[in-house]
T-cell receptor, first 110, second 114 residues
Framework: GQNIDQPTEMTATEGAIVQINCTYQ??????LFWYQQHAGEAPTFLSY??LDGLEEKGRFSSFLSRSKGYSYLLLKELQMKDSASYLC???????????WGAGTKLIIKP | ETGVTQTPRHLVMGMTNKKSLKCEQH?????MYWYKQSAKKPLELMFV???????ENNSVPSRFSPECPNSSHLFLHLHTLQPEDSALYLC?????????????FGEGSRLTVL
């Protein structure tokens, strides 16, 4: 079956670093996406990994290990505005549609 | 306007009502999607349209009826819904469907079925 697992909720402190993990078991793999969704707003694209390794984009980085079926999103220098849900999704090779995790709600405390 | 716009933002309906959700994208994309988002559950893909043609119907009950008159507009017609259909309905667009890049989402229509 298709399965994407990520923690339901995490709490971190402003200015700190947090790592949100995502593990996946899918029949095919054609890339992994991270999206950010603030409460009451649209999900917005953060990152895309298709090859193993780390992709850095400002304060956010995303890592992929295809052999382990594992990715993480690393957020540095946390700001209050980073409080949001972070959605992990894998693109299937069958119909090229995204298979989604349930999301990780990140709470930032002062 | 830019991006993906959904109306209405909130909708309350009885189980015997008929209503429609509307989505419009101003990004020049040719693929549009309907997703259902329920609390603490993964996004559920409902329908995919590519160049106005439906390419995915993810076993969605017939009480949900999509319509895509052109590549910029997408509707979801609702009739005889059940309380468990209460959720956030998200529209998205992308440039193509196969091997695509990112999805661009609207802010959603929050549906409550009484």
């Amino acid at each position: 079956g298709q399965n994407i697992d990520q923690p339901t909720e995490m709490t971190a402190t402003e200015g700190a670093i947090v790592q949100i993990n995502c593990t996946y078991q899918t029949s095919g793999f054609n890339g992994l996406f991270w999206y950010q969704q603030h409460a009451g707003e649209a999900p917005t694209f953060l990152s895309y990994n298709v090859l193993d390794g780390l992709e850095e984009k400002g304060r956010f980085s995303s890592f992929l290990s295809r052999s382990k079926g594992y990715s993480y999103l690393l957020l540095k220098e946390l700001q209050m505005k980073d409080s949001a849900s972070y959605l992990c999704a894998v693109r299937d090779t069958g119909n090229y549609q995204l298979i989604w995790g349930a999301g990780t709600k990140l709470i930032i405390k002062p | 306007e830019t991006g993906v716009t959904q109306t209405p933002r909130h909708l309350v309906m009885g189980m015997t009502n008929k209503k429609s959700l509307k989505c419009e994208q101003h990004l020049g994309h040719n693929a549009m999607y309907w997703y259902k988002q329920s609390a603490k559950k993964p996004l559920e893909l409902m329908f995919v349209y590519n160049f106005k043609e439906q390419t995915e119907n993810n076993s969605v009950p017939s009480r949900f009826s999509p319509e895509c008159p052109n590549s910029s507009h997408l509707f979801l017609h609702l009739h005889t819904l059940q309380p468990e259909d209460s959720a956030l309905y998200l529209c998205a667009s992308s440039q193509g469907t196969a091997n695509t890049g990112e999805l661009f989402f609207g802010e959603g229509s929050r549906l409550t079925v009484l």
